[in-house]
């Protein structure tokens, strides 16, 4: 729903000196999408065979040839369109926790991400820019270039220090896992 094209975006930010990126969630599928209504049987079933859902989304099933595809196809997409950078965000381990019905079941549950990770990293090519924000460092590792190892920031003391603390923690893994991405910093004056 961009006003645009994606390649004219791309263009567009490249003209100002900067590389086109773009956030996305690709493991979830909102339950009122056309994917969401139309296609639940590439989502991750529940016990009871309905798509199992964490809020208002439901879950891709990293497992089927046919989320591959899909895959592919929309970060291929936007490769060819110029973006260089893809956040992925929203894998987190409560997804996880939920995704035990998947067509594949040989796989553990940080395999089956891995797998939809695979997918992504071949659509995007090896000279973009993955940043995992919220995927479990083993499924992620290898296949993202940057991680996310704070929370978002807000403007609560609270927040900066949890932050911080999250941070002093994570920095070990900046050069020797990936390169961290510690949110952005808050800065006031009177």
Known sequence: RFPQTYRAL??????????????????????????GRHRQDLLVPGADGYPVTVGQHALLDFTLPEVHDILREWFGGLRAAGFRLFKLDYIYADYLAVMNHCADRTRGKAGIIRQGLEVIREAVGPESHILNCGAPVECALGLADSARVTTDIHTFWGHVKHNARQLSARLWQNGRLWRIDPDFAIIRCA
């Open 10 to 35: 791309a263009e567009e930010i490249e003209a100002a000196g900067f590389v086109p990126g773009v956030w996305l969630a690709p493991l979830q599928a909102h339950t009122y999408s056309r994917l």
